[in-house]
């Protein structure tokens, strides 16, 4: 049997399980299976291999993504750049002890799911949320030149960033991609999104939600109301899922 699986914390949700399970049964794969390893604490990461020898690769989620990173061996450049992981690839050489590597999938996923939207005045780029999410859409908006305002609930006097209570017409009318990279929207609490002024959208922004249950959020629905082109996270992540099977096959 060969174990694949995602760590994080309450997985109840994830996508990832029901895509490769789905996957592995379309392929006739009986050998292969996919597991949701929940963990309290990122110190338990570790103790994964010794309870499981037949685990191949790993996708990391929320929180682990970048607490995971001291336990790697090896990070790619890119995903170092960010500071983020989402896949690890296990390394098995013969008489040798395992070696992990971390990689950054949602780079991949970002960008491919992004760009077939964009317009040549979609210039700037208003990210919501500081997590670890929001670091592959920084690193994707600075590689095509997209200049990009970091905005959470909370003010951050001197760090460039702005709070939600901010934002206002001016910065609406000047920021015509909107990118939510907080889990606000996700279900069961799918009525919540950032406080914002959405009667200022137009028909020119873009509003990316990288929630993708429920499909449609209340952020997005928001965009929709006033005839903005709306994304939500599930083409992202099928994205994401294929490239880490590539790499993990590598």
Known sequence: MKTYGLIGYKLDYSFSRKFFTEKFKNEKREDYEYINFEID???EFPELFKKDKTIYGLNCTIPYKEQIVPFLDEI?????????????KI?????????LKGYNT?????????KPLLKKYHKKALILGTGGASKAVKHILEKLNI????ATRK???GTGKISYSQINKDIIDEFL?????????????????????????TKNHLLYDLVYNPEITAFMQHGTNMGAT??????????????SWEIWNS
Do not use: H, W
């Not at 790619?76 to 690890?88: H, L, R």
């Not at 390394?91 to 070696?99: A, D, S, T, W």
């Open 41 to 43: 604490s990122i110190n």
């Open 76 to 88: 790619d450049p890119e995903a170092a750049a960010i500071g983020a992981i989402n896949t690890v």
């Open 91 to 99: 390394i098995r050489g013969k008489n040798q002890p395992l070696k």
């Open 106 to 114: 949602d780079i991949y996923g970002f960008e491919n799911s992004l």
């Open 147 to 150: 200049e990009y305002l970091m």
């Open 155 to 157: 003010e951050n006097p």
């Open 177 to 201: 991609l909107i990118v939510n990279t907080t889990p606000l929207g996700t279900y069961p609490n799918v009525k919540d999104c950032a406080d914002l002024p959405y009667q200022y959208l």
């Open 230 to 243: 709306v994304l939500n996270g599930l083409k992202m992540l099928r994205l994401q899922a294929i490239k």
